[in-house]
């Protein structure tokens, strides 16, 4: 694991590796917090109210992280966009990782420090940039992970979420922005196999509980992908903070209005107050912990790690969620399901392989 020295002095080799560590952890228990959440709240209810709460922590949190060093110095002045570092924000375009849903995308580096127009107040147009990258990458993303997550298991949400960059990069090569190398085709034909033996293991009938949720959590990562396309197109106008806040916001407000509904629904105080302390909790986590907190966190990791090193780790979530799953949930899985498991992370690993030499 190589460290780069970024701004100033680096952290030593433990305290990367302790962060990374806690990082990963944080992902990994989020797939276990949203299914015992979804224990105690119906699921709209659920997932609408972690996204408003995320959108809420980080307002509260934005204003704070302007006086950190990472952010300060990725960003003088608390002007929209950065100076110009004279890097290529077209670069690694589909090498993104998607881990949890929370909207992480892997050319954060890009983000932080990448070539600007110097401007310093938002125009309509930059608003309509973060609607729709807010809309993509939060209100979709977290909304159709956590429904999926109803009607499928953590083992194969995990392994779904964890593919990422093949939607990612099959979405690039549709908008033009990659092109497809025997290598990559290679990749994608391992993964797309692997997703048919999950399939399989599940059940091809469509009235499968667990196919429906292997479908829904695809389209919550098609989500993701999607904003990762559209995200590296305006990546080098604005910086991490700014455009990561302002994706939540938006985020926040598409889901407000079904919150609101749900909140309605659950009718008086006295309702409220029979719901238990453990699906707050959960929510709290995922707002603060799993979407906030996560994203400043990997942000700095970036500073100091290539996009292609931290995303290696991401490959350990789908076994790390899975065995927490069967320690603290009871599920249990087949032979097929690791197969297909396997074959779907060795399609990933193929693709990403090539971006790293």
């Known amino acids: 694991m190589r460290i780069e020295p970024s701004h100033g002095r680096a952290p030593s080799r433990a305290v990367i590796t302790l962060a990374i560590t806690f990082l990963m952890a944080i992902w990994a228990v989020n797939f276990l917090v949203v299914k015992i959440g979804l224990r105690y709240l119906p699921v709209v209810t659920f997932a609408s109210f972690r996204i408003v709460v995320a959108a809420l922590f980080m307002l509260l949190i934005a204003p704070l992280c302007r006086l950190l060093p990472m952010f300060r110095n990725s960003c003088s002045g608390g002007s929209l966009a950065c100076p110009d570092t004279g890097r290529d924000p077209s670069a690694n375009s589909s090498h993104s990782t998607?881990?949890?849903?929370?909207?992480?995308?892997?050319?954060?580096?890009?983000?932080?420090?990448?070539?600007t127009s110097h401007k310093s107040r938002l125009t309509s147009h930059d608003l309509w940039t973060f609607a729709y990258l807010g809309l993509f990458g939060v209100s979709i993303n977290q909304f159709f992970f956590t429904l999926g997550l109803r009607y499928t298991n953590v083992?194969?949400?995990s392994i779904i979420v964890g593919m990422a960059p093949?939607?990612?990069l099959a979405l690039a090569v549709l908008f033009r922005l990659e092109e497809v190398t025997w290598h990559k085709a290679l990749g994608m034909a391992v993964a797309l196999a692997g997703v048919v033996t999950l399939a399989s293991a599940a059940g091809m009938s469509h009235a499968s509980p667990t196919l429906l949720g292997d479908a829904i959590t695809m389209c919550g990562s098609l989500g993701f992908a999607t904003y990762v396309v559209l995200g590296k197109r305006v990546a080098g106008k604005y910086d991490a903070l700014t455009m990561t806040t302002w994706n939540f916001i938006f985020g926040g407000l598409v889901i407000f209005p079904i919150a609101i509904h749900q909140?309605?629904?659950?009718?008086?105080?006295?309702?409220?107050?029979?719901i238990p302390w453990q699906a707050w909790a959960c929510i709290a986590f995922t707002g603060l912990f799993s979407s906030t907190l996560a994203y400043l966190f990997y942000f700095w990791l970036l500073r100091y790690l290539e996009a292609s090193?931290?995303?290696?780790?991401?490959?350990l979530l789908p076994v790390s969620a899975s065995a927490l799953s069967i320690l603290f949930l009871g599920e249990r899985g087949s032979w097929l399901e690791l197969l297909g498991g396997a074959l779907a992370l060795l399609g990933v690993y193929t693709i990403e392989s090539t971006r790293s030499r």
């Open 309 to 315: 090193q931290l995303a290696s780790f991401s490959y």
């Open 98 to 115: 998607n881990p949890t849903t929370n909207v992480i995308p892997s050319n954060a580096r890009d983000l932080l420090s990448s070539p």
């Open 263 to 274: 909140a309605a629904s659950l009718g008086p105080l006295a309702n409220w107050r029979a």
């Open 155 to 157: 083992t194969h949400s």
């Open 166 to 168: 093949i939607y990612t």
